[in-house]
C-alpha cells in the first residue's frame, strides 16, 4: 500500500494513508511511540522496514515519547524532514521538554508531530487538549477536515508550513480520523535528498542560535512572535490551508470549525435542515485546519458584517474562541461571538451535542422552519426513547470494560494477589497504564491510584512511609523500559526505600498492539522453539540484568501461572524483613503472541498428520455448587455460566467454552484456593502414534470394567 | 429508502469478533458495487474483549450519478437518525438501544440472540444474568422491524467467525442497494473459483455469510434455524420425571410430586433406602405444618414443593465420596469427550482437580477422632502454616486413577459413620423446625424461610459461609420476637437476596441491620502481619 504512486488510488484507514501522505513528503526521519489511535503509523514503518531502506528513511521505535521528540533534533542544523507520532494527551506531556527545546531554537528541515487525539468515545487517557502545547511552545497545530485527500495534503504542507516558519508542526487526529476508511488519489513517494543512503559528510558549524540555552533563548521568544508566527499566517493564507465553504440563505451568519470536527457539524446543520447531503451550506463556515496559529485577518474579515459567528471547538478550555474573541476586540469588530455558551464545554462533539448548539444559535438568529422544528422533535424524541428504556430495563445494564485476553498471563498474578491479601491484609497498590490495568476491573478491582505511564513505584514514595503495611507497586515491561526504570526503580534504589515491585514481563508493550521492546524474546528463539507454545520471554534478562546492575538485592522471577507460588512469593515480598526494594518479576509470554505463533504451527503439524496435543479446561455440571468463587478469581471470558442442567438446583453453573487455550489458570485457582473440585484438565490428543493407540485401547477397556453408567 | 441522505448502520461486536473485518468488507463491496461509502471504528482497548462499535455510511444513488460530487459522511453514529443496527450480542444490542440509537419508525434491528456474560453478571454468587427476555423486549419495542437469531451458533456451525453471519444478514435485509453476488465477490476475496476450490477460510465464511443471509432475508429459514438449534440442544433438556413410588404419591399431593420425585431419587442414588425413607418423614412433617396453614392447598402447596427441592439437595450434600462417584462415571467420561469437541479417533486424557483438606477427611471419621484431626490442624494454623490440604491431580483415564476414584466413592457407608453427618443432619433438623414453626406460624414467612434452602450448595469454605449465613439468619429473624410475622417474612427474603448478592456479606450485614436484626459476628481469620515501625531516627 505504501509503495502506491501516482495514478494509483489508495483506498484504506486514515492512519495509513497519514503514513503515505509522509513519504510522498519526502520524509527521512520518523520515530514515535506506539499508542491507539496512531500506533498503526509506526507499525507499518516498522514491517516495511526494507522499502524504508530502499527509501532511505530511518525508522525508530522509540523507548518513549521523549526519546522520539529528542529525535527530532535532527532538523533544527539539518533539512531533514522529520516525523514523530504518539498518543496524545499523555505523550506530548511526556514529550513536552525535548518539544520546549525543539521549539526555542526553531527547525531548519520541515517536522511534523501526528499526535493521536485520544478524546471522547473510545478514549483511553485523561480528557485534556493537545492545542495547550501548540499555544505555549509555539508550535504549529494541524487538525485536518477528515477526508483522506484532505488529510494527506496537510501532511505535505505541514512540512512546508515547518519550513517556511521554522516552527515544529503538531498534527492532531481523532479516535475516528485515525480509523475512517476513504481514499486519495496518490503521489509518488519521494526519497529525501539527504538519507541513510546518502549521507551528510560533515556536520554543521558551531551556531550558538541553534541552542536552547541563554542567552539566546530571549532573542528565540521575540523570533516566534516577530518572524515566526506571521511567517506560518502568510503561508496558511497564500496556500489556503484553511477552507471557507460559501454559504446560500444564511450567507449573514457564519461558523469557525476545526478541521477534524467538519463532518459531525455539516451533518447536523442537515439535521437543522442547514445543509445538503454534499456538504453544501445555508451558513458560510471557515474550516480550520490549522488552529494554531489562527491567521487574524482571515478570521476578521469572515467575521465582518456577519450578524453572529458560532465557533464549534471541542473540549475545554475554549481557546480558539478565546483568540477570536480577543482579535475581534482588538479590530472593534461588534459582530456577536457564540461557542461554548451554546454548546457544552466538556465532552466529543458528536452529532447529536452539535446539533443541540446549532438549535440554540439558529434559534436566535433563524426564523423557525419545518425543518427547525422536526430536528426539536429528534432531539427530544431520543431524549424521550432513553427514558423510555431505562424504565423498561429498571436496572441499569451492567458495562463491559475490556478485560485480559483468554489466557492472558497477567490474569493469574491478580489472583494470586488476591489471595495473598487474605494472609496480609489489603494492602495499598500503586497501578500502572497497560493491560494489567484492566486489573482495576471486576473481578479483581484492584488499584488506588494510575499517575502516568511506569509511573506506579515513584507513585507510592509518599504513601509508603506514612502506611502501618507494606504498599505494593505494579509495572509492565512496557512501563518499565518507558520510564519506570528510571523514575520508579532508581529513585526507590537512592533512597533505600523499603518499597515492592511487581514486574509484568511478558515481553511486549501488549495494550498499544504488542510492539516489540528491548526485553521481548527475539525471533532468532522463536525460530530456534522446539515447542512453539512455551513461553519465551524468560529466554531475555535484560530486566533481570539491569535490575541487578542497578543494585537490586531481593529479586524472585515467578511463572505468572503458578499461582500458588505466586501467592508465597507475593506474601513474602509483603512481609519479609528485607528493608530494601523487592522486586518480583512476574514472567509469563503475551497470550496474544504466543497464539500467533501457535496456531500456524499447529494448523501445519495436523496438515501433516503429525500427533498434536491440544489442551482444555472443563467442569463438571454435576459437580459445580453454582456459587462461582471460580470466577471471582479469574474472570477469563472462556470461563462462564450456563443453566443447570440438574432440575433440582436453580443457580447457574459454571462451564468453559470453546476458545480455551488451556491456559492452566482454573485447575492453579481450584488448588491454591481450595475451590470446588468440579474443574477438569482435558488433553486432547490428535493423530496419536500407534503405540498410543494401542496403550490407549488396552487401559479404555480396564477402565470401562471399572466404570458404573 | 430517502435518496438525498446516506444510508447508516451501526455495527456492534465484541473485541476480537472480526468487526474490523466486516467494516472493511462493506467499504470494498460499496466500492466494487460503485457506490460512495465510509466507515470509522473506536477500536482502542477494546479489541481486548470490551464492547465496541463499528459505523458505516453509504450513499444510496450510484457514485456515476453524482456527476463528481461526493457526499460528507458523518464519522460517528447519529442517535436516532440509523437505518440499521447490527450487533453480535444482545445485551450489546439492548445498551445501543438505551443509547438513543434505534428509532421505532425507521431502525431495523438485527442481533443475535446469543448472550455472552459480562463479569459483573458472571460473578455473583447467585444467578446475576441479566433478564434475556427483557433485553428481547426492548429490541422489539423499539425498532421498525426485527430479527433475532443465534448468530454465534450458526457461526460454530459453519466454522466461522461471527463477522461473516452478520455480513450475510446485511446483506440478506436489503438494506444496501448491493446484489448478493457483490457481496460474496469480497467474501471470496476476489476469487471465482467454485466453493470447494476456495481456501478453507473463504469457503467458510462464505458459508456463514449464506446461513446469515437465508435467516434475515427469508423468515422460514429463520424460524427453522431456531427450532432445529432448540432440538439439537437436548443436553440441557430435563430428564423425564422419574417414577414416584406409589407410597409416596398417596402421602403427598400431585402438586408436589414432580419435586418430590426428582428429590427422592437423589437422596437414593446418594446413600439408600433408609435415608431415602428419612427423607420423605421430614417432608412429610413440613407438608403436615403446610396443611395446617394452607388447609386447601391454595398456594398450590409451594413450601412443601420448595422443601423437597432444598431438603434433598442438602441432605444429598457433597463430600468426597460423592464427588468422587460423578467423576466415576461412564456417562462423565462421554460427556468431557462432547465438551472438549474430541474427534471419535483422538485420544482424550482427563485430569482432575482434587485438593481435600482435613476437614474432609474428617467428615469420615467417627466424632471422637474427627475432633483430633481437627485439632491438629487448627494447631498448624496456630503455628502460622497454612490449612493441610492434599492437592491432587487424578487422571481418570488412567486405571489406577479410576481405580481410586472407584474406591473412595465405595466408602459410602463410611459416610453415615462420619461425623459430618450427624452435624448435617442436626442442622437440616434446625432448619426444617424452623420452616415448620414459620409455617404454622404465617404461610408467607414458612415459605421465604423454605427457599433459605439456596444458601446451603457447594463445599469448603463456600458450604461454611452459606450455613453460617443461614444459622444467624434463622437466630436472628426466623423467631424475632418484636417483628409481626409479615414483616420478618420480608425481612428474610431480603437477607437471603443479600446473601447471594456478595460474597463477603457485606449486602447481607446491611440488609439484616436495616430489618433491625444483628449483623453476622465477625470470624477470625489468621493473616500475616508486617508492621513496620514508625520513624525514630533519621536515616543512616
Known sequence: MLRLGAGDTFHGEGILAITKGLLQSGVAYVGGYQGAPVSHLLDVMVQGKAYMDELGVHVEACSNEAS????LGASIHYP?????????????????????????????????????EDYGEGASVIQERTHAYALKSSMCLLDPRPELGVMVRMVEEGFRLSETSNMPCLMELRIRTCHVRGSFECKDNIAPAVSTRALMSEPAGFDYMRLAHPPVTFRHEKLKGDERIPAARRYIMEHGLNELMPGGRHADLGIVVQGGLYNALIRSLQQQGLADAFGGTDIPILVLNVTYPLVPEQVADFCLGKRAVLVVEEGQPEYIEQDIATLLRRRDIQTPLHGKDMLPAAGEYGVEVLAGGLGAFAAKYIESSEASSSAKAWLAGNRERREAVARQLETLLPNRPPSFCIGCPERPVFSALKLAQQETGPVHIAADIGCHAFGTFEPFSMGHSILGYGMSLASRAGVAPMMNRRTLSIMGDGGFWHNGLLTGVQSALFNGDDAVLLIFKNGYTSATGTQDIISTPDDEMKERAVDKQQSLVDKNQTIEATLKGLGVQWMRTVTTYDVERMRKTLTEALTSDFNGLKVVIAEG???????RRIKPWIAGLLQRGERVVRVKYGVDEDVCNGDHACIRLSGCPTLTLRDNPDPLKVDPVATVIDGC???????????????????YRAEVVQNPKWHERLLHALRGAMVRVLQPA | MEQNRPISLLVCALGGEGGGMLTEWLVDI??????????????????????????????????????????????????????????????????????????????????SSARIFTTAERMQPGDGRADAQQLLDVVKAFSREHHVFDMNAMARETGTVVSAVMLGAIAGSGLFPFPREAYEHVVRGGDTRAPEKLGKMAAASLRGFAAGFEAVGTPRAQAAFVSSVLAADTRDAPPPPRALPDELARRFPPAVHGMLALGHARVLDYQDTAYAELYAGRLAKVLDAERAADPAGAQGFAITREAARWLALWMAFDDIVRVAALKGRASRAQRVRQEVRAADEDIVKVYDHFKPGAAEFAALLPPGLARRVTAWDRGRQARGLAPWALPLKVGSHSVAGMASLRLLSSLKWLRRRGHRFAEEQALIERWLTAVEAGTREAWALGHELALCGRLIKGYGSTNERGKHNLLHMIGELAGHATLAAPARAEAIAAAREAALADEGGKALDAALVRHGAAPRPVQAQPIRWMKRPPSTSARP
Not at chain 1, 83 to 95: C, D, E, F, P, R
Not at chain 2, 79 to 107: C, F, H, K, W, Y
Open chain 1, 589 to 595: 509470554e503475551c497470550q496474544l503472541e504466543r497464539q
Open chain 1, 68 to 71: 522520539a521528540a529528542a529525535m
Open chain 2, 30 to 111: 460499496a466500492r466494487h458495487a460503485g457506490y460512495a461509502a465510509q466507515s470509522t471504528s473506536i477500536p482502542g482497548v477494546a479489541q481486548r474483549t470490551g464492547a465496541t462499535t463499528y459505523y458505516i455510511e453509504v450513499f444510496p444513488v450510484p457514485l456515476a450519478q453524482l456527476a463528481g460530487r461526493r457526499p460528507v459522511f458523518s464519522l460517528s453514529p447519529v442517535p436516532g437518525a440509523l437505518d440499521a443496527i447490527v450487533s453480535s450480542e444482545l445485551l450489546e444490542t439492548a445498551r445501543q438501544i438505551g443509547n438513543g440509537m434505534s428509532a421505532p419508525l425507521r431502525t431495523l434491528v438485527i442481533s
Open chain 1, 80 to 116: 531533514l524532514r522529520g516525523a514523530v507520532t504518539w498518543k496524545s494527551i499523555v505523550g506530548t506531556n511526556v514529550a513536552a521538554d525535548a518539544l520546549s527545546n525543539l521549539s526555542s531554537p526553531g527547525v531548519t528541515g520541515g517536522v511534523l508531530v501526528v499526535v493521536g
Open chain 1, 661 to 679: 487455550v488451556g491456559c492452566g489458570l482454573c485447575g492453579e485457582n481450584a488448588h491454591a484456593a481450595t475451590l470446588c473440585p468440579s474443574f
